[in-house]
């Protein structure tokens, strides 16, 4: 089963609009992290932000935002006035400990093509 | 910062032949790990590692092998390249849960496969 869903294939914006993308999540575990992780076209995923399961509070760095919804198990990250250098393909995770390590593994989503045209 | 390293940026190989993609990082993290990227299908782990001589199969571990001599270093291999295994290969580590690693991990470039 598909932990970790975004049911965003491809988005398209103009520049300086805002775009959000939806994550939603399936676990057991009380205790995890949420990931989101970027893209470019160089091909490099870039870690963009870490959160783990309790804490709640909605997170903005520069135009980045992010809201965790653990109610509707949502991870979403909005992009405020998009640039061209956003463009990139985004990915949700899922980090759950593993029963005998503890230790974590992430579970990717399907990602998020984000084109932002000038 | 984290400096994730793999061998090459493109390959292309024959069907059949034996290929070695290596990735090395320089963070002294115990924990490596190797994905195949697809259009659609995300991120999809292969292998990893969480110490030297250690290693555990991921989702789609069929067709490779890995192998993990020193801690920096993490290999994966294809003991008989097929068409099928013509992907994006991504690199990464992390560190352990014990000395603060929660997850988060750090990805080399990529190599894309090209396999005919």
């Known amino acids: 089963a598909q932990k970790v869903t975004q049911a965003q294939t491809e988005i398209s914006v103009v520049e300086k609009e805002d775009v959000t993308l939806d994550c939603v999540y399936e676990t057991r575990d009380t205790t995890y992290y949420l990931f989101w992780y970027k893209q470019p076209p160089s091909g490099e995923l870039v870690f963009l932000i870490r959160r783990n399961s309790f804490d709640e509070q909605n997170e903005i760095s520069g135009r980045y935002s992010w809201n965790f919804q653990k109610s509707t198990s949502s991870f979403n990250f909005t992009i405020t006035a998009s640039q061209v250098v956003d463009s990139a393909v985004y990915f949700c995770a899922l980090s759950e400990p593993e029963n005998d390590s503890n230790d974590y593994k992430l579970s990717f989503g399907a990602g998020t093509t984000v084109t932002v045209r000038a | 910062d984290v400096k994730v390293t793999q061998s090459s940026r493109y390959l292309v190989k024959r069907t059949g032949e034996k290929v070695f993609l290596e990735c090395v990082q320089d963070m002294d993290h115990e924990n490596m790990f190797w994905y195949r990227q697809d259009p659609g299908l995300g991120l999809r782990l292969i292998y990893f590692?969480?110490?030297?001589?250690?290693?555990e199969k991921g989702d789609i571990p069929e067709g490779y092998s890995v192998s993990r001599e020193k801690k920096e270093r993490f290999s994966l291999i294809l003991e008989s390249a097929s068409t099928n295994q013509t992907s994006m290969y991504l690199c990464a580590s992390s560190l352990r849960w014990w000395v603060g690693g929660r997850g988060e991990q750090y990805f080399g470039p990529g190599t894309r496969l090209t396999v005919t």
């Open positions: 590692s969480y110490d030297v001589k250690m290693k």
